[in-house]
């Protein structure tokens, strides 16, 4: 039996990390889960990460601390509120203030290094250009951007030992479909962490963040219970 | 008088990334100095970086960490022998044991994030395609490769506010040839650290590493004496 072949995984602890990692094992590949704590305000996400990580059987998790707060420029590593309750058309105008300057660049920038050193040429990131349409670093042009410069920015794939792919199943689907496709899989999504305003006790989900909604509407989209707890 | 455009400089403390700095303040721009402090095994460079800047009159600067130790592969941030005593010939051969994976990648993703959240369409990263012929990531097609990147990543790149140019202004000259560059134009070089394998206790050069070799080589063909301290 050939060796399986590795994968560096983007995983946020959302559950769209947690869907394209389960694609990405369904195809045959060994798990490198890679999270990046890049200063967030909560750090109910990199546990989330952590315990998917371990629920789909990875071969390992890394966590690299990037610290993008130093940077400032968003609600998420920043002080700005995180703005809740919005509607749907409110969400869809324009990129959101929770977008944070290049952080799929600097991500995807840290997997590719990691990919390297443990010989992966293929990266998955579970980038979505729907649910996120303000965010440039979600559009597939981005993603080959970013594939062509990672085989011109690294040593294996100059020399040719691995030609690097990005990844990005989810990049047209709707959040009801990246449901239905991970509970198809067997996603446990009761492990998985969304909300920009979480409980600061438990983690709890607010219900209420633009991410709570697109979730919250994504579940009953998919006719779906969501397994996680809401506060509100 | 028009404001002064701002530059996002990347500032390593080393005789590269001091000289890039200089250029740039020659051509106007205010210096906002970015150092990546991503697991080095000596703090002695991130100490200069901070010289530099302020020798330099840089408006400000910020150091980033980027656990890179955690990905593993390099002499510079894991524990392999930094080669010493290498001829030119033995330097040339192929991609050297201190090439860090993904490292300009990385450290370009920081800058770009820094350079949309402080306004600044320029980024200056010292890269030198001659001295490190081994390193991808250090040749003007990546640099091209990256700069597209750049505006496909970002909002400001995106909606056109800001039109990012990566400057690499060192990329084909010989370290002769930018030792000259630098102090015609005032750059202190007894600030700068450029040693792989300094004295722990002072930070003094080895004198014997690629990269010392190469600044001996480069300060005695530019017919310059270097200013700082060898303990070999």
Not at 64 to 89: C, F, H, K, N, W
Not at 107 to 121: D, N, T
Not at 172 to 195: E, F, N, P, Q, W
Request: aromatic share 6%; glycine share 10%.
């Amino acid at each position: 039996m050939p060796p399986q072949p590795k994968a560096v995984v983007l995983l946020s602890g959302g559950l769209d990390s947690a869907t394209t990692a389960a694609i990405a094992r369904s195809q045959g590949y060994a798990l490198h889960a890679l999270s990046i704590d890049y200063g967030q305000r909560h750090r109910f996400e990199l546990a989330a990460a952590g315990r998917v990580a371990q629920s789909l059987g990875a071969a390992e998790h890394r966590t690299v601390r990037v610290d993008l707060a130093e940077m400032g420029g968003s609600a998420l590593t920043d002080a700005i509120p995180v703005p809740q309750g919005r509607s749907a058309s409110e969400m869809a105008g324009g990129i959101p203030v929770t977008y944070v300057p290049a952080r799929n660049t600097v991500m995807l920038s840290v997997a590719l290094g990691m990919a390297e050193v443990i010989g992966a040429a293929d990266i998955w990131v579970g980038v979505n250009a729907v649910d996120y349409s303000g965010y440039p670093d979600c559009r597939p042009e981005y993603i080959t951007a970013f594939e062509r410069l990672a085989n011109l920015a690294t040593k294996a794939g100059v020399e040719g030992t691995l030609k690097f792919r990005i990844h990005a199943p989810l990049i047209d689907l709707t959040k009801a479909d990246i449901i239905r496709r991970g509970a198809a899989l067997g996603v446990d999504y009761s492990l998985t962490h969304t909300c920009y305003s979480p409980n600061p006790e438990d983690g709890a989900a607010c219900g209420a963040c633009d991410a709570c909604q697109l979730r919250l509407q994504g579940f009953a989209d998919a006719g779906l219970a969501d397994p996680i707890h809401y506060f509100a």
